[in-house]
């Protein structure tokens, strides 16, 4: 009988905001139980029917982490959890020195061969641009990407690309994530006080590779043209007052789905390659026409613009002005979802294949 162990840098559940940490807190609290352990710091609560293998955080592993090394407690702490006779489904997320060390502690052991270490990655690009060392061909047995996009640019990047590879949506939850009724929306509008406008929206952390300096540099032109227009920026703080722009600062993630069910438009300006893109499956889920930025992972998940605006340029503010003026002047139709897509349900069950299918590469 094989044993599902994951290693999480961050405490589980996590109260702080993060796409993956939201998806397994879904997970374990939906009543899915392919995966048996759990390696953390201490979180708040615990999940229940999981056993949990603590590791006590730290000056020195601090220090560890900043070096690029390995936090050596979770080393320790599963070599604690394995006996020599037992087969093990191990996941490691984004930490490529941690899974060299998982190896390892493995290979010493003598049961590198009873186990199955699958990575989670959640970016776009391939990880090292300079090329893969020889050693991580060795220390991985899966790698599981967020889009069919990323896996195409791993393999034409590296010369040898060796691993069982799995492909796993990110999802939300459509029952919050969703669209309003008509007369639901036009009452929320009226609460935001922006009735009878068209409401863009803006939503994430205000780092340049998000963009939000290029939307802005658009809107001071669309609003001189289209006063029924306004924008949310949600995540960002007030810089300096701008006309037709209301900005909210941070929201708990437990209030974020009126934002985007308030917003009739919303806009997705990353400039960086981008693994999956959650908060435009969020404004999708609420009946929101997406404007977004054609990198990373974002032109998939649009479905290649099925399903939404792409700009080929995003660091061009003509190209958002454009694209904003055309939808509002009707030349843009708008396009919404006729029913919900990449939910947390589907994640919850490809994680279950993803976990079955590495049980029966071990038995």
């Known amino acids: 009988m094989s044993k599902v162990i994951l290693i999480s840098q961050f405490p589980l559940p996590f109260s702080g905001i993060g796409s993956w940490t939201t998806l397994y807190g879904n997970y374990f609290e939906s009543g899915h139980r392919q995966i048996d352990h759990i390696i953390c710091p201490e979180p708040e609560k615990r999940f229940d029917a999981i056993q949990y293998g603590i590791v006590k955080s730290g000056i020195f592993s601090k220090i560890n982490e900043k070096m690029q090394y390995f936090r050596v407690g979770f080393v320790n702490k599963l070599e604690s959890m394995i006996s020599n006779d037992e087969k093990c489904v191990i996941q490691i997320i984004d930490s490529f020195h941690l899974a060299g060390h998982v190896h390892r502690m493995l290979q010493k052991k003598g049961i590198r061969h009873n186990c199955h270490i699958q990575f989670f990655y959640h970016g776009f690009a391939p990880f090292w641009r300079s090329g893969l060392t020889p050693d ?194 009707g030349k843009e139709p708008a396009i919404t979802l006729e029913k919900p897509m990449y939910s947390m349900q589907d994640w919850n069950e490809g994680m279950d294949r993803i976990v079955l299918s590495a049980k029966q590469a071990i038995s």
């Not at 009126?258 to 990353?270: I, N, R, S």
């Open 136 to 329: 991580f061909y060795r220390e991985i047995d899966e790698i599981v990407l967020l889009t069919n996009d990323s896996y195409k640019a791993h393999l034409n990047h590296y010369i040898n690309f060796p691993f069982k590879v799995s492909v796993l949506y990110n999802g939300v939850d459509v029952n919050r994530f969703r669209p309003l009724s008509p007369e639901k929306k036009s009452e929320l509008k009226s609460e935001f006080g922006v009735s009878g406008k068209k409401v863009f929206l803006w939503c994430s952390n205000n780092r340049p590779k998000k963009g939000l300096h290029v939307v802005l540099e658009a809107w001071k032109n669309i609003h001189r043209e289209h006063k029924d227009a306004m924008l949310f920026v949600v995540g960002a703080e007030k810089a300096n007052p701008e006309s037709g722009v209301k900005y909210f600062g941070r929201i708990p993630n437990k209030e974020l789905a009126k934002y985007y069910q308030v917003a009739d438009c919303y806009l997705f300006p990353t400039l960086c390659q981008e693994g999956f893109g959650m908060s435009l499956v969020e404004a999708l889920n609420c009946g929101c026409h997406c404007i977004a930025s054609h990198q990373g992972g974002v032109p998939e998940v649009l479905q290649y613009g099925k399903l939404g605006k792409l700009i080929d340029r995003p660091n061009f503010a003509s190209e958002w002005e454009k694209a904003i003026s055309d939808y509002l002047t």
